[in-house]
């Protein structure tokens, strides 16, 4: 049986100062996660529509497994954390 990889999304927008931190702790967690994760990141001035479908009010937002998991930035621990839940 193959496993899933779990989907992490991170909604960013132009002039989010606190964007660039959030990427840089997944970045650092997705190499602690090698195959088992699928990164994307969205500029939603760009995708409004995710906003929309998961209610974001502020960026940077992580949604995992198409579930609005974090609004703002979340510390390497707790997204790791996150991570390990879904497995």
């Known amino acids: ?3 899933k990889k779990i989907r992490v999304e ?3 927008a132009p002039g989010c100062s606190k964007c660039a931190k959030a990427k840089e702790n ?3 967690i997705l190499n602690r996660f090698k195959d088992k994760v699928n990164y994307t ?3 939603v001035s760009k995708n409004p529509k995710k ?3 998961f209610g974001v009010m502020m960026t940077p937002a992580i949604i ?3 579930k609005l998991e974090f609004e703002g930035t979340p ?3 707790e997204l ?3 991570l390990k839940e879904k497995k």
């Open 1 to 3: 049986m193959v496993k």
């Open 10 to 12: 991170l909604l960013t």
């Open 26 to 28: 997944i970045k650092s």
């Open 41 to 43: 990141e969205i500029d």
């Open 51 to 53: 906003l929309l479908k």
């Open 64 to 66: 995992i497994n198409n």
């Open 75 to 77: 510390s390497e621990r």
């Open 80 to 82: 790791e954390e996150k």
